[in-house]
């Protein structure tokens, strides 16, 4: 196994466009995560899936934002009418739930979006 | 909001043993206190984590005070590969249910 892999690692679109990330966890990780990193603080965190499951939506930016994960496995997260504030790296996590996880995280190394 | 209290910069040199304190004086008796690290344009990665006992594995060792009010992540001989920031958080830790919530860290710059 590689790791968690993000898609793409940058991408630069116009204000107003739509973009959708993908993240691949780890393939036995049944939970993941997405967060967003802004320069010079630490990884903000989105929303969360178990399996196909999305538990935890509420700290989404706006309803701009969107998350899937259609079979339990890959995760999408798109973002509507994009806004230059928008611009940030987002990552992706995944861990393991049962006897004797300790839920540590194994994160990818982030989509860096750039609003222009 | 994070509930740990770091500062925000250290600088330590190449061979020496890098010492990061954390305070997380409302931290309650089931959490759990994490560290991560983050290098230059990588997601944080996990280095260790403790309940009240100190640990130790193949990246760091941590310290956790008798009345787990504060901890220090010991990396035992730093290398120039060690300049990251290093995120503690406090954290249930077998349940899962909440998320890892990150604050701004320390940022630990190591000088040849």
């Known amino acids: 196994d590689t790791g968690v892999s993000q898609d793409p690692r940058h991408k630069i679109t116009k204000r107003g466009q739509n973009v959708t990330f993908r993240c691949d966890p780890i393939?036995?990780?049944?939970?993941l995560y997405w967060y967003r990193q802004t320069l010079g603080q630490g990884p903000e965190f989105l929303t969360y899936f178990q399996n196909e499951a999305q538990l935890e939506k509420s700290r989404l930016l706006s309803d701009r934002f969107s998350a899937e994960r259609p079979k339990g496995s890959f995760s999408t997260l798109e973002i509507q009418r994009t806004e230059q504030g928008d611009s940030a790296m987002y990552l992706c996590?995944?861990?393991?739930?049962?006897?004797?996880?300790?839920?540590?995280?194994?994160f990818g190394s982030g989509t860096r979006l750039t609003v222009v | 909001d994070a509930k740990t209290t770091q500062p925000p910069s250290m600088d330590c040199a190449e061979g020496r043993a890098a010492n990061l304190p954390c305070n997380h004086s409302t931290i309650s008796g089931n959490e759990y206190v994490y560290w991560y690290r983050q290098i230059h344009s990588q997601g944080p990665q996990y280095i260790i984590h403790g309940l009240k006992n100190n640990e130790t594995n193949e990246m760091a060792s941590l310290i956790i005070t008798e009345d787990r009010k504060s901890s220090t992540l010991i990396l035992p001989h730093a290398t120039l590969r060690d300049t990251a920031v290093y995120y503690c958080?406090?954290?249930?830790?077998?349940?899962?249910?909440?998320?890892?919530?990150f604050g701004k860290g320390t940022r630990l710059s190591v000088i040849a």
């Open positions: 393939s036995e990780h049944n939970r």
């Open positions: 958080i406090v954290r249930v830790a077998y349940s899962g249910n909440t998320p890892l919530v």
């Open positions: 996590a995944s861990s393991k739930t049962g006897t004797g996880s300790h839920y540590g995280y194994t």
